[in-house]
């Protein structure tokens, strides 16, 4: 505790020190001339900016790949992967190989043409594919825009277009769990959404996941000539040396596309130097990592966490991990337990909705499975709950793992508050003290710094705001209690009740929608919409599976809704604001003894009752 102390405040007080030294464990190409930071977070003094390792010129596909091969690690394993199906079988990728695969894929997207500061989009499965592309465009200065491959495809032409990302790489399909996933289709979808708004993309890069494969025939997706190429051919002149674009300390590294309380998701956009140093120190601090641990994290690419804790964190760190293309529950509930086993996983970095909905199962699915190899836990993506957390702990840890709870954002890029296990004693459901005061942090909203600014920095002036809720008790632990604006999470995601607001209000027949979060057992929190109908529509429950199939083709499946409750009024004030207060109230399992609070600014309180009679959970 004491050397936590003493290294936290090193870390706030000699930063030119203390991260300038960890920083010199990597390459530069030109060194740094400042570590900073140099910042405002004043908007009343002019543009909010922070900026590290000024004068500086690295690259983070070095610094992950060629460094370790150069230090001697180029035929240790870098990343194991583990196939959905057991029949498929798995494979292991040296250091050496993942580099060879980069410096094929790099060399293959600058004889397309692609640019340093272009932007690529990424939309693959959990495949040794997806971290090469990543730290390909790394490779060449080009900007990866990774798309998790549960969106749909409308709101992946979102993403193409806004990002104005004329490829793409994508894989044919991918089996999750027993069923496929249409990548290639959906894809192929986008881009005709997107071309409809004006915008082109030229060239689709196709995995062949499925192909040649036994299970070839679960994907189905067509073809458009001159446009599309498989991964193989694409690649398959290129050689296996890629020279790196040398990239200024400042220059975006990637963007990643996140819900904010309103309007469109907005694409944070991380830059080279700070975020680099953020993913390494959290990885090696966090997870207090040694060379000869086996690391695995569940988490996909397509969000924060797998880009930090699955591409970048480890890799800098030399690490050995599990790249896991499947689901928890397939074949069975314990195959996570298996995949710990099999590899002899000795980190294990998951979130809270995937703890309790194993927990549902007992503990026998994990206590069957060898699981001595595991020495320290992780949590992620939302507030753990001390009851998970005490399972996780006793079950899965066999009560000698620590629990690292990881509070941090897409937006912050590595975690902010960690305890550092060993060395703090924790609580259940405290993220307990804040990780050295260090760099990383997104530098702006891609194409609109002005909304960045606004969103995080106009609350408190100077100071970064994240958008939780929090309190701090007497030994100075933090306790997330969740988000304070409209945004939801849903499984660990963030999903913005406006979304899914417009989602609703695009179909032909609904005129208004209101979404709220509500407490639910597994995900954490479920999406419960609140719909007002256009004159003359009839209240039917057999529109209400239309209407949940209408969100997930707008946004994706893991924003389905729970629930939809009827409601011909909304509650508004005179002034026609909606009372999400009431709402959230009404979406409670005890809706009929809630104290709804002040309900005499409604405009018309009698909604209440309306929608009390048209509730979905009404006996
Ligand atoms: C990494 C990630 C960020 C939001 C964040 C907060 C919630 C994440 C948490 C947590 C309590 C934790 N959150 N970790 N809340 N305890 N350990 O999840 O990024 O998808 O951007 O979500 O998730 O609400 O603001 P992102």
Redesign the pocket.
């Known amino acids: 505790m004491e050397e936590y102390q003493a290294m936290y405040k090193a870390s706030l007080e000699d930063p030119e020190k203390f991260w300038g030294d960890m920083a010199r464990e990597f390459y530069w190409k030109t060194p740094f001339e400042k570590v900073g930071p140099t910042y405002n977070f004043d908007r009343t003094k002019g543009d909010v900016s922070i900026r590290w390792f000024e004068g500086g010129a690295t690259n983070l596909s070095y610094n992950c790949l060629d460094r370790n091969v150069e230090q001697g690690f180029g035929s240790k394993t870098a990343i194991y992967y583990e196939c959905n199906d057991l029949d498929d079988g798995h494979a292991a990728y040296s250091y050496s190989d993942v580099l060879r695969m980069v410096c094929k894929l790099a060399n293959a997207l600058k004889a397309e043409g692609v640019q340093k500061g272009d932007r690529l989009s990424v939309y693959l499965p959990m495949i040794v594919e997806l971290p090469a592309s990543m730290l390909a465009c790394a490779r060449i200065g080009a900007v990866h825009s990774v798309v998790f491959g549960g969106f749909s495809a409308e709101s992946l032409a979102g993403r193409l277009q806004d990002a104005q990302s004329s490829l793409v790489i994508t894989a044919d399909a991918v089996m999750r769990g027993a069923k496929p996933v249409q990548l290639k289709a959906i894809t192929d979808k986008a881009c005709e959404i997107a071309a409809k708004d004006g915008f082109n993309v030229q060239r689709v890069v196709c995995v062949a996941r499925l192909k040649d494969t036994p299970r070839a025939g679960q994907a189905q997706h067509g073809w458009v000539s001159g446009r599309d190429v498989w991964y193989s051919d694409f690649v398959a002149a290129q050689a296996e040396e890629c020279e790196c674009e040398w990239m200024d300390s400042e220059a975006p590294l990637f963007m990643l596309y996140?819900s904010g309380s309103t309007g469109k998701p907005k694409g944070v956009l991380h830059t080279t130097g700070g975020y680099m140093l953020g993913a390494f120190a959290t990885t090696k601090y966090t997870f207090d990592y040694h060379p000869e641990d086996v690391y695995f994290c569940t988490a996909d690419c397509g969000?924060?966490?797998g880009h930090s804790y699955v591409t970048y964190g480890p890799m800098l760190n030399t690490a050995t991990q599990v790249l896991f293309e499947g689901v928890p529950t397939h074949p069975d509930v314990d195959r996570f337990w298996k995949v710990c086993e099999k590899y002899k996983v000795s980190i294990f970095y998951t979130a809270p909705t995937a703890i309790r909905a194993l927990m549902k199962s007992g503990d026998a699915p994990v206590t069957r499975n060898d699981l001595s190899s595991l020495r320290l836990l992780g949590?992620?993506?939302?507030?753990?709950n001390p009851e998970a957390w005490r399972w996780y702990y006793r079950v899965v840890g066999g009560g000698h793992c620590a629990i690292a709870?990881?509070?941090?954002?897409?937006?912050t890029g590595s975690h902010l508050?960690?305890p550092l296990v060993g060395a703090m004693d924790c609580k259940p459901g405290s993220?307990v003290l804040p990780f050295f005061g260090g760099p990383g942090g997104g530098g702006t909203v891609y194409g609109d710094h002005k909304r960045f600014e606004e969103t995080y920095f106009s609350q408190f002036n100077g100071c970064y705001f994240?958008?939780?809720g929090c309190k701090r008790d007497k030994d100075g632990f933090y306790w997330?209690t969740?988000?304070m604006d409209d945004?939801i999470?849903v499984s660990?995601?963030?999903i913005g009740t406006a979304e899914v607001e417009s989602a609703l209000v695009a179909h032909a027949k609904v005129a208004e929608a209101a979404v709220v979060g509500f407490p639910h057992d597994i995900k954490g929190e479920g999406i419960w919409c609140y719909v007002t109908l256009n004159e003359g529509e009839a209240y039917e429950d057999s529109l209400k599976a239309d209407l949940k199939k209408q969100v997930r083709e707008v946004i994706g499946a893991f924003a389905m809704p729970d629930e939809i409750h009827w409601a011909p009024g909304l509650p508004k004030t005179r002034s026609g604001k909606i009372m999400r207060r009431v709402l959230r109230k009404l979406a409670l399992p005890d809706y009929e003894t809630q104290d709804l609070g002040d309900t005499s600014t409604l405009a018309d309180p009698s909604v209440v009752d309306v929608l009390k009679s048209y509730h979905p959970r009404k006996k």
């Open positions: 996140t969000w924060i966490t949590t992620v993506g939302e507030p753990i709870d990881t509070y941090w954002q897409t937006e508050i960690t993220a994240t958008g939780d997330l969740g988000r945004v999470n660990g995601h963030r």
